[in-house]
């Protein structure tokens, strides 16, 4: 390992001028501090941040927003994947990643000033409510941005295939005999209005007529509300036989509805979910597998290309997912007579 003795050798200077140049300190030249610096790069020797700063005009360190409203935070393993993989690939570009917070030493601030006083050199906003003027704020400054399901003209995007995700799981069940499905569908967001397009699309081309009463609006991963568009399902008269969740989480909530109803998956009704988490594959739920690995990678590129070349176009980029076949959906084609 390279010491700044050897740094100093080299150089034919002292130990503590080297330290100083290593981080940034005033009180030496300017071309003293460069040929420092340029030694310690050819011999391979770390440089810490406010030396690599000082150098390249950068901290080498990114924002990542992450407000989750149902308060899951890291428990929430769509997203947990995500910022793990998005971490991931920031550290194999050198880069460190920090939480932006609504505070600057205890006090209260915004999330921009936030960037501004940690000096990042970009932001992803990879859950929050992008109605809110704070984040929008982000979204806006000259800061480079990338944001996860939510496109703007301001920023690159990354975004999952929530329409086509939707119109896989109607196909599926379509296939399996299913003619009366529901859609339980979280907040009014983007995503929601991709997925609902989706879901309507592909009925449309099946040639599927959805009663509106089957199509319900729940949370995401929110067991109680969804538990509870689940009972409203089951009371109708008109009683769908497949029921698609907003997310894996949400279905795992209503199972003690269907339980306490007497109602078994499949026989009796027919389950889907999203997301395709792990608790879910294990459960055997038909699901539709988000690529979180992909889309987590994808957004940090993004925003890596976006810092090194601040006028490049805001491009979309476009995740896909795939279906999960489990043991939840029953094939009811021989009892419908098709």
């Known amino acids: ?36 610096l340029r030694k310690a790069e050819e011999l391979g020797y770390m440089l810490n941040a406010s030396a690599r700063a000082l150098k390249t005009n950068r901290t080498y360190s990114i924002g990542v927003l992450f407000i989750d409203s149902m308060a899951a935070g890291l428990a929430h393993e769509y997203f947990s994947e995500i910022l793990e993989s998005f971490k991931r690939t920031a550290e194999e570009s050198g880069y460190d990643i920090t939480f932006i917070s609504h505070t600057i030493s205890g006090r209260p601030s915004t999330y921009l000033k936030h960037c501004e006083y940690r000096n990042f050199d970009g932001a992803a906003v990879i859950s929050a409510n992008f109605a809110d003027p704070e984040i929008q ?61 989706g879901f309507y699309r592909a009925c449309r081309e099946s ?81 539709y597998r988000q690529d979180t690995e992909q889309l987590g990678r994808a957004a940090c590129r993004r925003l890596l290309e976006k810092i090194e070349n601040p006028e490049a176009m805001n491009a979309q980029t476009v995740v896909m997912g795939h279906l999960i076949p489990g043991e939840t959906v029953r094939n009811i084609k021989d009892v419908s007579g098709e």
């Open 1 to 36: 390992m390279i010491s700044m003795k050897e740094i100093a050798e080299r150089c034919g200077v002292s130990v503590a001028t080297v330290s100083k140049a290593l981080n940034g300190k005033a009180d030496i030249s300017k071309a003293t501090r460069d040929k420092i």
């Open 137 to 197: 704020e982000v979204i806006q400054s000259e800061l480079p941005v990338v944001t996860i399901d939510y496109i703007s003209d301001r920023c690159p995007s990354v975004v999952s295939d929530n329409a086509r995700g939707l119109q896989e799981l109607v196909k599926y069940a379509y296939s399996m005999g299913h003619r009366k499905i529901a859609f339980i569908h979280g907040e009014l967001t983007d995503v929601t209005k991709d997925r609902l397009m």
């Open 207 to 287: 040639g599927i007529e959805p009663d509106p009463a089957w199509i319900r609006q729940g949370r995401y991963h929110d067991m109680e509300v969804c538990a509870q568009r689940t009972a409203e399902l089951l009371a109708l008269e008109n009683r769908p036989t497949c029921i698609i969740f907003p997310d894996d989480y949400s279905y795992l909530g209503s199972m003690k509805v269907l339980r306490d109803a007497n109602i078994r998956v499949p026989d009796d009704i027919s389950a889907m979910g999203y997301d395709g988490i792990r608790l879910a594959r294990i459960t055997g739920l038909t699901t």
